[in-house]
């Protein structure tokens, strides 16, 4: 059989099997996001704080979160962790080893958006009156808002793409069924193309929306 | 004598918007001629086109009576490429109104590069050049120093010895001190001065009125893509014939 | 946690040294895959630029498909794949090396693509009408005036992608290559010490990575003000 009589053959078999995986992909993916944005707003803010021995913890993290691989992270948590107790599940591991690496992202991403618009309109807000807290809240944030969310979607895109190292722990997600199918069917072309045009569909969408917010951006400034 | 540069009938259109409409002029060898105009009137898109920066929508440009910029070819004219072109403007030198030095060489590299890549000059021979032009224009204490580090008017005189440096038959210059700050165009309007009275040939686009009738041997005054008014500056400068004209110089004048 | 600093006295002169063994395959892999990224790059930030449609279709048809897949799923691709496809060819030479640094070299090229066609772009259009208004020809113009230039705006971009890379070569242990991850899950299980050793591997990659984001900090502080 050639490979496209195959694929006409297995492939609607194929596609709804790795389709099979999209729900797991999914919460690794949104899990880990909702980690980073969150836990990577609070490892900004500490590196932004105004007391400077508390921000030599937040720059550590960053430096060493995003200098080492997030496959190593991963497996430090899964691997590692029960070696002082703590066993935590494939899904577990999954998103909060992606969630710590994407914090160190994220808060990088946060304190570029929060110091392009610092000065000038902090200034300006200081000068009516504000507080400090509260310009931050009502004058700073909302603006830097705006500023960050085409970063902060091509960084989801990548947390999409990221999603596919996780079977290497457990997670039985689109690439971990692929994997089992080719040892099923033996037929890895057919497979993995059809696994890379899940990933295509779902990642090329994200790109486009993402280079409509960056043009919206630059139309702003 | 053949004019040394001729523009006969040229129109220019971007899309629905029509920017040259018919402008014919004739330039003689050592002459020198100031464009003046409101913005949008074309002249900055006139000049553009006798170095084919902008290629014409039709009309024909002809340096010391050679066509240039097009070929005949089948008995319809083509616009020459880029790399043809290349040649030609060789020998129209041209000042923009932003500088254009190549930030990444110093004044001197500035001045050099085209003679050496396209000239063919060696080194020693362009360096020679190159600093002969440099002191002409004020600079030649400047010729390490690279674009960044240099004002405005510095910026742009190294601009002008560049272009002089490939020894051009006609010097165009597109509103060469309209991104000056004021106390910087003196400097580079001496410089212009200073080749008038050498005897370069010479198109200047300009809004320095006073220095366009000190300088030119024609003024000419264009509007919404034509020619309105041209002839000696005593005359389109003091005594303008057409309204139009006198609108617009009062309204310079009460700037 | 505090067993750790012990277990390293009694096992890192066993370890160290052939982690770091393997820590130069990982090097070799970074090295090979950046010099093709950098090859396709520029082959393909031409391709984008050229008149004819159909080049510049196709290499933004592959431009966004090497970016839209995640590496692990080009690696499995490029390696796999071709084997299956064309039985008939002898695929001896194809080592998991070889599709590792292919599928790593692809994907690069991809980035590096953009990266290199946006350099071109930010230059000011009046450099290249300074350069052909002095009678340049547009091949002496893009070779004085332009290339000059754009290498200088390209070079932080390219180095952090270099820095990337350096990480993104963990991945080639998910199709079996042999470099410093594998060896670490091998020593890992064997001495049943999987924390340490990986938290090992980690600072291994850290000492690897950080000296290159410090050059890369430096460039582009000189970079940004030389412009």
């Known amino acids: 059989m050639t490979f496209w009589q195959y694929l006409e053959a297995k492939g609607p078999y194929l596609l709804t099997t790795l389709l099979g995986g999209w729900p797991q992909t999914a919460i690794v993916a949104i899990g880990s996001l909702l980690f980073a944005l969150i836990f990577g707003l609070a490892v900004a803010l500490v590196r932004l704080s105004a007391w400077r021995p508390l921000r030599w913890p937040a720059i550590a993290y960053i430096e060493f979160f995003r200098g080492t691989p997030a496959l190593v992270q991963l497996f430090v948590i899964y691997f590692g962790l029960p070696d002082i107790g703590l066993s935590p599940t494939p899904l577990q591991a999954a998103i909060v080893g992606l969630g710590m690496n994407g914090a160190a992202y994220l808060a990088e991403i946060y304190r570029a958006g929060i110091e392009s618009i610092h000065r000038g309109q902090m200034e300006a807000a200081l000068a009516l009156g504000l507080t400090p807290g509260k310009a931050m809240q009502h004058i700073v944030l909302p603006q830097a808002v705006r500023t960050m969310l085409p970063p902060i979607t091509s960084f989801a895109i990548v947390l999409l793409k990221d999603t596919s190292i996780v079977f290497s722990v457990g997670v039985v997600e689109i690439m971990a069924l692929a994997r089992n199918l080719v040892t099923e069917t033996l037929h890895s072309a057919a497979v993995y193309l059809i696994a890379g045009l899940l990933y295509l569909c779902m990642t090329i969408p994200m790109s486009r929306l993402a280079a409509r917010l960056e043009r919206q951006r630059q139309a702003w400034q | ?187 580079v309007l001496r410089v212009m001065r200073q080749l008038a009275e050498e005897g370069s040939t010479m198109v200047i686009v300009t809004h320095e009125i006073q220095f366009a009738g000190e300088v030119s041997d024609r003024v000419i005054f264009m509007d919404h893509g034509k020619i309105v008014e041209e002839g000696p500056p005593a005359q389109v400068l003091s005594n303008p014939q057409l309204p139009r004209t006198r609108e617009f110089l009062k309204h310079i004048q009460d700037r | 946690m505090s067993k750790l600093p012990q277990i390293y006295a009694e096992n890192i002169h066993r370890w160290l040294p052939e982690l770091l063994w393997f820590a130069l395959t990982t090097l070799k892999i970074a090295l090979v895959s950046f010099a093709l990224a950098v090859l396709v790059g520029l082959a393909f930030a031409l391709l984008r630029t050229s008149r004819i449609v159909l080049l510049r279709g196709l290499a933004t048809a592959y431009i966004e498909t090497a970016r839209g897949l995640p590496i692990v799923v080009l690696l499995y691709i490029v390696y796999f794949v071709p084997p299956q496809l064309f039985p008939g060819i002898n695929w001896q030479w194809f080592t998991d090396f070889t599709g590792a640094v292919l599928g790593l070299g692809l994907h690069g090229g991809a980035i590096l693509a953009e990266v290199f066609r946006s350099g071109i772009e930010a230059l000011h259009k009046g450099q290249r009408e300074a350069a052909v208004s002095l009678g340049m020809t547009p091949a002496q113009s893009m070779t004085y005036i332009i290339l000059p230039q754009a290498t200088r705006i390209v070079l932080p971009p390219v180095a952090n992608y270099a820095i990337g890379l350096l990480k993104d070569t963990s991945l080639c242990s998910l199709i079996g290559v042999n470099e410093i991850m594998n060896d670490a899950k091998s020593i890992a299980f064997a001495d049943y010490q999987p924390m340490a050793v990986f938290v090992l591997v980690a600072v291994i990659y850290f000492v690897m990575s950080y000296p290159l984001s410090l050059i890369v900090r430096v460039l582009e502080r000189r970079l940004a003000v030389s412009r």
Not at chain 2, 65 to 93: P, Q
Not at chain 2, 157 to 176: G, S, T, Y
């Open chain 2, 1 to 187: 004598m053949t004019p040394l540069l001729r523009v006969v009938d040229l129109h220019k259109s971007f899309g629905e918007l029509t920017v040259l409409d018919g402008i014919s002029l004739d330039v003689e060898r050592g002459q020198k001629v100031s464009i003046i105009g409101p913005s949008g009137s074309g002249k900055t898109t006139l000049l553009r086109c006798v170095n084919y920066l902008e290629k014409p929508t039709s009309g024909h440009i002809y340096i010391d009576g050679t066509l240039i910029g097009e070929k005949e070819v089948g008995g319809r004219y083509v616009h020459l490429s880029d790399r043809e072109l290349a040649k030609e403007r060789a020998d129209i030198g041209f000042v923009f109104q932003r500088f254009n030095l190549f930030p990444h060489l110093t004044a001197l590299g500035n001045v050099t590069i085209a003679p050496q890549k396209v000239l063919g000059l060696t080194r020693e021979a362009a360096e020679a050049r190159g600093r002969e032009m440099l002191q002409k224009v004020g600079l030649g204490h400047k010729i390490d120093q690279y674009p960044e580090r240099l004002s405005g008017g510095q910026q742009q005189r190294v601009a002008i010895a560049r272009a002089l440096a490939m020894q051009p038959k006609l010097m165009l210059f597109d509103e060469a001190t309209s991104a000056l700050d004021p106390e910087l165009i003196g400097e």
